[in-house]
């Protein structure tokens, strides 16, 4: 264990750039430069996030979902409609070009609507529940001292989904999605989804406060029983701790809230909410009572790693740095462990380089290092203290004519293991890394980039 946070971690993975490094040549620091929570992500964070990105956009497309992309700036007359601009102004940012007025998207909601109507007043025959997906960035103003490297910042990515929905489909949907979300966080990233370590709770509301929400009693009794049965059956099966908070719903809907505590960190995952407000304000029931005759529409928000940035910061505290093989920037490290003998260092040599072109040729992210043998156990430290590769290759006299000394890291174990094989085992051991993920779309997410400068 160390004292590193995820800033630490991130800054030293190349994930981002750190905002109290300092510019000596711009004469500040490089957050002065970014701006107040907003992160810039570097090589090691766009290659994560690119392929994240591309896991999740083919889990979604292969689950029902259309894949779809919003822009960053709307007119405020879109966020009038949606009521934000009477909610949620503070929180926006707006401004003036040519005497109209825009905001920066602080949700993606109202632009998945706009969609969701576009193709009613066009097809007029969509089949319902109808399911949008998008990693949507969104900006949202939060006080600068409440900022805290990714887990509050002031622009984000979303995993953001709206269902559009009649109340007979409810529980089944919501069902489905509390699976989703199971397999995405079991598949993807190692986390056991299930026991009484992971909390769902259920924000209902108070009906003696009726005021205080939008939407008739009667909406609120029919959906939030439907949640409540679902959370009580899942619940069940899964050993799930659950729990109901009355009068802490959102003022549109009710909504899960999923939470986990792994070793002593307990951590916010993704949301489910129900909202009966935005499909009034867009008046989307009127819409389908004209085209389907369908007037109990529904909107289904949900989110399961919610915030990507919030999610890889807690990631990194919760396991010290260490990412899932498929996500880490630098999978495999090849160390050729160098004797005093020229000949025998030019064997070693070869046969590394052989080895780091079938890698590369697989996709495979790695690098080669060099050391000596008396430097080995302090460039495996600093290589596992900075760099973290989920594997690492010794190439050293003894590896000459036989096979390799394995070192990989079991995330589930959370702990180091070794073993001895030739390339086959080193190619079976890759694809055990990756299995879980392949299982989850049936493809493979590898994508080469070269990182080898770092340790030139
Ligand atoms: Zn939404």
């Given at each position: 264990m160390d004292n590193k946070n995820h800033i630490d971690y991130a800054d030293e993975l190349d994930i981002l750039v750190r905002h109290d490094r300092r510019a000596g040549f711009l004469n500040g620091e490089f957050g002065d430069f970014i701006g107040k929570g907003i992160q810039l992500f570097s090589f090691g964070g766009g290659i994560l996030r690119t392929i994240l990105y591309n896991i999740l956009t083919d889990f979604h497309a292969k689950n029902g979902y259309y894949v779809i992309e919003t822009p960053i700036i709307a007119s405020t007359r879109l966020y009038k409609v949606s009521g934000h601009l009477s909610y949620y102004k503070q929180n926006m940012y707006i401004f003036n070009i040519e005497d109209e007025e825009y905001a920066i998207k602080p949700m993606n909601c109202p632009h998945h609507i706009l969609l969701f109507i576009n193709l009613i007043e066009k097809n007029r025959k969509i089949k319902l529940p109808f399911r949008t997906f998008e990693l949507g960035r969104v900006h949202r103003y939060e006080v600068?001292?409440?900022?805290?490297?990714?887990?509050?910042?002031?622009g984000f990515t979303q995993d953001d989904s709206h269902i559009f929905i009649t109340m007979d489909k409810l529980e089944s949907e919501i069902e489905k999605l509390i699976f989703e979300m199971k397999e995405i966080y079991e598949k993807l990233f190692n986390i056991k989804f299930e026991g009484e370590s992971l909390t769902i709770k259920l924000s209902i509301h108070d009906k003696n406060k009726m005021?205080?929400?939008?939407?008739?009693l009667e909406d609120w009794e029919n959906s939030v029983g439907v949640m409540r049965r679902v959370l009580e059956k899942v619940g069940k099966k899964f050993g799930f701790s659950i729990s109901i908070d009355i009068g802490e719903a959102a003022f549109y809907g009710p909504k899960y809230d999923f939470k986990i505590k792994i070793g002593e960190k307990e951590w916010q995952l993704g949301t489910i909410q129900l909202d009966f407000n935005l499909p009034r304000n867009f008046r989307l029931r009127d819409l389908t009572k004209e085209y389907f005759g369908i007037e109990d529409i529904f909107i289904i928000h949900r989110a399961y790693l919610g915030s990507i940035e919030r999610f890889i910061g807690s990631y990194l505290e919760v396991f010290n740095g260490r990412l899932p093989f498929v996500l880490n920037p630098i999978q495999l490290a090849i160390i050729k462990v160098n004797t005093r003998d020229e000949y025998i260092d030019s064997k070693i040599n070869e046969k590394a380089q052989e080895l780091y072109l079938k890698l590369k040729n697989e996709d495979i992210r790695a690098v080669v290092i060099e050391s000596s043998k008396t430097e080995l156990s302090n460039v495996v430290r600093i290589l596992e203290s900075?760099?973290?590769?989920s594997i690492i290759v010794y190439i050293g006299e003894k590896e000459i004519n036989k096979g390799y000394s394995i070192r990989y890291y079991n995330l589930e174990a959370r702990k180091v293991e070794t073993i001895n094989g030739d390339e086959n085992k080193l190619f079976e051991l890759i694809e055990e890394l990756e299995r879980k993920v392949f299982d989850l779309n049936k493809k493979k997410y590898r994508l080469f980039e070269d990182f080898n400068f770092l340790f030139e």
């Open positions: 600068s001292g409440s900022l805290y490297g990714l887990l509050r910042v002031r005021n205080e929400y939008s939407g008739s900075k760099y973290k590769p």
